[in-house]
Each structure stands twice: as C-alpha cells, then as structure tokens.
C-alpha cells in the first residue's frame, strides 16, 4: 500500500520589512521579474497604502497594484490566495493571466538583510 505523500514545507511568498514610518510587503512578480513592495502601513498622506492579510504564504492585497517601470513599461495586478492575475494593461507577456506567486529563494537572501 502507497504511503500518502506528505505535504512539503510552506513556501515564503513576502518579505514584511517593518520601518519607522511604514510597513512594506516585498515579493517578486512573475511577470515582469521585478521585486514589488507596496505599503501595508503607514501614512495614507504619503504614499498609498493596500491592505493585506497578513499571511505570508498566500497573501491577498487590496486594492489592485500598478506599478510603471520605465519606458512605458507597466505590470498591473491583483493578489488573491497567493496567486496573481496580471491585468490587461500590464505590458509583459503574462498579461490577462492568473499565475502563483513567486516562491523567495537563496536569489533573494538580499531581502533579509
């Protein structure tokens, strides 16, 4: 008889840096391969601030976050449950798709320093 498969370790989605002024939850995307860290805290006066669920794992955001990149290059996208869907204006190839998001790894040792 087949054992059953036991679940492997949870894997790591955001960064939570917490710093004087503000809260950010940093994660890689999918899509245009850039880090994206939106304020999760801090002063709505200042700079925008999204709500999130807090989990690490499978995190949600709202509202929908649209980052400009340069040269007209935009990723624009909505978190859900862990899984991103980039929106119709996002201008890399994953546009108008709903991927999972991008385990951290050794790549992003950086984050936690």
């Known amino acids: 008889m087949a054992q059953p498969e036991t679940p492997g370790p949870k894997v790591v989605a955001v960064r939570h ?7 950010r939850a940093w994660f890689r995307c999918p899509g245009c391969g ?3 860290a939106p304020h999760v805290s801090g002063d709505p006066n ?24 340069g040269e ?9 449950d862990g899984r991103m869907q980039l929106l119709s204006d996002s201008s890399h190839p994953l546009a108008w798709k709903t991927v999972p998001m991008v385990p951290l790894d050794a790549e992003d040792a950086w984050l936690n320093e």
Request: hydrophobic letters at 30%.
């Open 72 to 80: 007209g290059q935009v990723c624009h996208f909505h978190v859900q």
């Open 34 to 36: 850039s880090y994206h």
């Open 17 to 23: 840096e917490i710093t004087e002024d503000s809260d």
């Open 46 to 69: 200042r700079h925008p601030v999204w709500r999130w669920n807090q989990n690490r794992v499978t995190p949600s955001f709202y509202p929908s976050i649209r980052v400009t990149l």
